[in-house]
């Protein structure tokens, strides 16, 4: 029985395969899409799909920026993307227990990943005004499991946080072998309800106009726009699962931050936007519901 393995305090376990396999889908996904532009990239094929920015992929394929680094950045993303898939795919329910160093460098290689994809997004349009349809789904992908990826960290950082409380050995970590005995929840899990977060569907959907608004009317602040949207899109995303909630927080910043650079550039002309980002804010310090309990989340683990 799956539910035997559930952590500590915790009403779910966050290693059962049926929570992974999504991740691992779109990880084995999102690796196929960047080998394919990383062989654009090495000139091994000759053209890369590109339905709605004509050139736009070859320009942004073939920058300076996509070759910063001695390895291209698309192929580095395969290899990323091949990492989590199979860090993912490895172990049983009760790994965040046996197997922590797996889970950690599970989480390890998610979360980088979204950091330098939407890095890479903002490049697009910011650095050379272009976009690349592939590079974004690619991007989506990496912000899309992060959310759900962090909970089984979350679960084998406690748990070797308990360890080193009571003053252990941590070989667990080291080898992949628990040495603790676990008593573990028996916390039933509350009702599902699919319509708690639409204040973060919402700012999504808000962010994604903003950008689209500063593509179609080329505004003069359109970097503003290109920068900042993309960023609360991401906390948003991010923020849909329970145990990365609070990035939502970060949208009041980032809104607050649109707010000043647009009216310190454009005064009341972008009036109409410059609601839109009040109204993020407000949507970000609306209180959501948690359907699971974590025991104490990421709090205790600074305690």
Same mark, same amino acid.
Request: hydrophobic share 55%; glycine share 6%.
């Given at each position: &029985?799956?539910?035997?393995?559930?952590?500590?305090?915790?009403?779910?376990?966050?290693?059962?395969?049926?929570?992974?396999?999504?991740?691992?889908?779109?990880?084995?996904?999102?690796?196929?899409?960047?080998?394919?532009?990383?062989?654009?990239?090495?000139?091994?094929?000759?053209?890369?799909?590109?339905?709605?920015?004509?050139?736009?992929?070859?320009?942004?394929?073939?920058?300076?920026?996509?070759?910063?680094?001695?390895?291209?950045?698309?192929?580095?993303?395969?290899?990323?993307?091949?990492?989590?898939?199979?860090?993912?795919?490895?172990?049983?329910?009760?790994?965040?227990?046996?197997?922590?160093?797996?889970?950690?460098?599970?989480?390890?290689?998610?979360?980088?990943?979204?950091?330098?994809?939407?890095? %890479?997004?903002?490049?697009?349009?910011?650095?050379?005004?272009?976009?690349?349809?592939?590079?974004?789904?690619?991007?989506?992908?990496?912000?899309?499991?992060?959310?759900?990826?962090?909970?089984?960290?979350?679960?084998? %950082?406690?748990?070797?946080?308990?360890?080193?409380?009571?003053?252990?050995? &941590?070989?667990?970590?080291?080898?992949?072998?628990?040495?603790?005995?676990?008593?573990?929840?028996?916390?039933?899990?509350?009702?599902?309800?699919?319509?708690?977060?639409?204040?973060?569907?919402?700012?999504?959907?808000?962010?994604?106009?903003?950008?689209?608004?500063?593509?179609?009317?080329?505004?003069?602040?359109?970097?503003?726009?290109?920068?900042?949207?993309?960023?609360?899109?991401?906390?948003?995303?991010?923020?849909?699962?329970?145990?990365?909630?609070?990035?939502?927080?970060?949208?009041?910043?980032?809104?607050?931050?649109?707010?000043?650079?647009?009216?310190?550039?454009?005064? &009341?002309?972008? %009036?109409?936007? &410059?609601?839109?980002?009040?109204?993020?804010?407000?949507?970000?310090?609306?209180?959501?519901?948690?359907?699971?309990?974590?025991?104490?989340?990421?709090?205790?683990?600074?305690?």
């Amino acid at each position: &029985m799956l539910n035997k393995f559930i952590p500590p305090g915790w009403t779910y376990n966050p290693s059962t395969f049926s929570q992974r396999i999504y991740i691992v889908i779109l990880a084995f996904i999102g690796s196929a899409i960047s080998l394919y532009l990383a062989l654009f990239q090495y000139e091994v094929i000759d053209d890369v799909w590109e339905p709605f920015f004509g050139e736009g992929s070859r320009k942004i394929l073939m920058s300076p920026t996509s070759f910063i680094l001695p390895v291209s950045d698309a192929a580095l993303g395969a290899l990323a993307y091949l990492i989590d898939a199979i860090t993912g795919i490895i172990g049983g329910p009760a790994r965040w227990q046996k197997m922590p160093l797996m889970v950690i460098i599970f989480g390890f290689f998610v979360g980088p990943l979204s950091i330098v994809s939407i890095a %890479l997004v903002i490049a697009q349009p910011v650095l050379y005004h272009q976009w690349c349809t592939l590079c974004l789904v690619s991007a989506v992908i990496s912000i899309i499991i992060v959310g759900p990826s962090m909970d089984e960290v979350l679960a084998s %950082l406690q748990y070797l946080k308990r360890i080193k409380q009571e003053g252990k050995s &941590m070989v667990p970590f080291l080898g992949g072998r628990a040495v603790q005995e676990v008593k573990y929840s028996t916390l039933a899990a509350p009702p599902q309800n699919k319509f708690l977060v639409w204040p973060l569907w919402v700012c999504m959907v808000l962010s994604v106009l903003l950008i689209f608004s500063a593509n179609v009317f080329k505004s003069a602040t359109a970097n503003i726009y290109y920068v900042i949207c993309p960023l609360i899109l991401t906390c948003s995303c991010i923020a849909l699962w329970e145990t990365t909630r609070s990035f939502r927080y970060l949208n009041i910043f980032w809104a607050v931050l649109f707010l000043l650079l647009l009216s310190i550039n454009e005064g &009341m002309n972008q %009036l109409a936007n &410059m609601l839109i980002a009040i109204v993020i804010i407000i949507l970000s310090l609306i209180p959501l519901e948690y359907r699971h309990q974590f025991d104490g989340g990421w709090k205790i683990l600074l305690k």
